[in-house]
């Protein structure tokens, strides 16, 4: 069975400060996608990144990173100098072979000026 | 500009009531899929529909009737439901043929915020 887990409810963060989004997951398949989404309070789940099992590259686009880690089975996203507007709930997820979109729980992340 | 429209965006409901909600993609995806979110839970998947054809539905209660007329189309007619049922309707669509094809994401909408009084 697949799972996806995001351990820290909520993140509270002063402006400028980093903030690193932890997530783990658990798959059979050999062949899967990780991404991640953000979910401002407007509701709508924006793309934010995808990453399939074998490029194991880190991602740096703009203030966000990302850190794949297979060995670990970990998929960790870093905010740098966060801003107000990040302030959202973002959610991990996990698509196997089959086509099916598996999301974590969501971290809250709230950032005060 | 989301690609996927969802309507209304917010609703309320009584209990006796049947209302629909509505969702259109047209981003030329072939799968379009129901979402569930309550508060405090994870998105809950619902309904998937591929090609028009319903490919899941992962024991959702009847009262929720789904309903795809075309690739471009999908609806969720809602009947005698549970004030449990207030919760976040996401729908999302993907250019996804299914089976070994999982490298594309989804497309959300904003969502419709139900509420059951």
């Known amino acids: 069975a697949q799972k996806v887990t995001q351990a820290q409810t909520e993140i509270s963060v002063v402006e400028k400060e980093d903030v690193t989004l932890d997530c783990v997951y658990e798959t059979r398949d050999t062949t899967y996608y990780l991404f991640w989404y953000k979910q401002p309070p407007s509701g709508e789940l924006v793309f934010l990144i995808r990453?399939?099992?074998?490029?194991?590259q880190n991602e740096i686009s703009g203030r966000y990173s990302w850190n794949f880690q297979k060995s670990t089975s970990s998929f960790n996203f870093t905010i740098t100098a966060s801003q107000v507007v990040d302030s959202a709930v973002y959610f991990c997820a996990l698509k196997d072979s089959w086509g099916k979109l598996q999301f974590g729980a969501g971290t809250q992340v709230v950032v005060t000026p | 500009e989301t690609g996927v429209t969802q309507t209304p965006r917010h609703l309320v409901m009584g209990m006796t009531n049947k209302k629909s909600l509505k969702c259109e993609q047209h981003?030329?995806?072939?799968?379009m899929y129901w979402y569930k979110q309550s508060a405090k839970k994870p998105l809950e998947l619902m309904f998937v529909y591929n090609f028009k054809e319903q490919t899941e539905n992962n024991s959702v209660p009847s009262r929720f009737s789904p309903e795809c007329p075309n690739s471009s189309h999908l609806f969720l007619h809602l009947h005698t439901l549970q004030p449990e049922d207030s919760a976040l309707y996401l729908c999302?669509?993907?250019?996804?043929?299914?089976?070994?094809?999982?490298?594309?994401?989804?497309?959300f909408g904003s969502g419709t915020r139900l509420t059951v009084v």
């Open positions: 990453r399939n099992s074998f490029d194991e």
């Open positions: 981003l030329g995806h072939n799968a």
């Open positions: 999302a669509s993907s250019q996804d043929p299914g089976q070994g094809h999982p490298n594309y994401g989804y497309t």
